[in-house]
């Protein structure tokens, strides 16, 4: 089941859909705040059911996209995990042993069909197409083998980069992730039944339609699983967080000469499965 978070006629609201409709749940459930809520209720499932069973509220084209989960208490994101990228790189480093972490802001992401701002601060915004994770049920030290259990679902990031202010600082990369509105996360999640069975899940990103990143998990340093039991080793995970689980190899920084995002851009992040998140990029104005 896709479920996802919009805005129809000024209301917030969350919901499942079907076919090319949407069933608004938000308003059949005003117990429940917003998808975050009903995954932290453990509702999922029974909401799916309901949603088979209901006629759709309105059609995918006339709602306004959210970022799947708009207010995660942690988006944490993992930095070089395709073998490929970490090859790519060129630096002679072997393998790392743990993975790579930086935390984005809520601020900094905006939803499937959004526009993304170019700063005028930099002319170095960069893509970086990404699976997410969706966590569904509360927990510390997860062991590898009940990771599975918990998470809620899968959705798409576009990572969006600044990469000069990437390198701002000696050991952080936190002024390049978190410019307002530079990145994305959409357009729906899918829950676990209808990805797992995929086993080996392809990221594909375009720009104007120009394949810039194709990969595959299957090429992972640090598979699904190893990253939620190694995150909760000192994250207590919570239903709606979300763990993006890094880009491949592609991004504009690494052609020669970099092919850095511009006003007009569209960029598509496709994971057959999941969906095609897709962005207009438009350079940000005034305050």
């Known amino acids: 089941m896709k479920f996802l978070s919009y805005q129809h006629d000024g209301r917030k609201t969350f919901g499942a859909v079907i076919g090319s409709g949407v ?6 459930h005003t117990e429940l705040a917003d998808l975050r809520d009903a995954i932290r ?15 759709t509220d309105v059609d995918l084209t006339e709602i306004e996209y959210l970022p799947t989960i ?9 930095g070089v995990n395709y073998a490929n990228r970490n090859e790519e790189y060129k630096d002679g480093s072997s393998a790392p042993k743990y993975p790579s972490v930086f935390m984005r802001t809520r601020e900094s992401l905006v939803g499937h069909e959004q526009n993304i701002m170019d700063p005028p601060e930099s002319e170095q915004l960069d893509y970086e197409g990404e699976i997410v994770i969706v966590i569904g049920k509360e927990g510390r030290r997860i062991p590898e083998d009940k990771a599975h259990e918990h998470i809620a679902g899968l959705t798409i990031m576009n990572e969006g980069s600044v990469r000069d202010y990437l390198r701002h600082a000696k050991f952080n990369v936190t002024q390049g992730k978190n410019f307002a ?15 797992y069975a995929l086993r080996d899940l392809q990221v594909v990103t375009r720009v104007n339609g120009e394949e810039r990143q194709n990969d595959v998990t299957s090429n992972l340093m640090f598979p699904f699983r190893y990253l939620v039991s190694y995150l909760s080793t000192f994250y207590h995970l919570k239903p709606g967080d979300i763990i993006a689980t890094g880009t491949p190899n592609g991004a504009g920084a690494r052609f020669d000469p970099p092919k850095y995002l511009k006003d007009g851009d569209v960029v598509e992040v496709e994971v057959p499965g999941i969906g095609i998140l897709r962005n207009t990029v438009v350079t940000e104005t005034g305050l």
Do not use: F, Q
């Open 41 to 55: 209720a453990d509702k999922l499932g029974d909401l799916a059911l309901e949603a088979g069973d209901t006629a």
């Open 23 to 28: 069933v608004d749940l938000g308003k059949r």
């Open 181 to 195: 509105n530079s990145g994305s996360l959409g357009p729906w999640m899918v829950t676990p039944e209808d990805v």
């Open 70 to 78: 708009p207010n995660p208490e942690k988006i944490i994101c993992i």
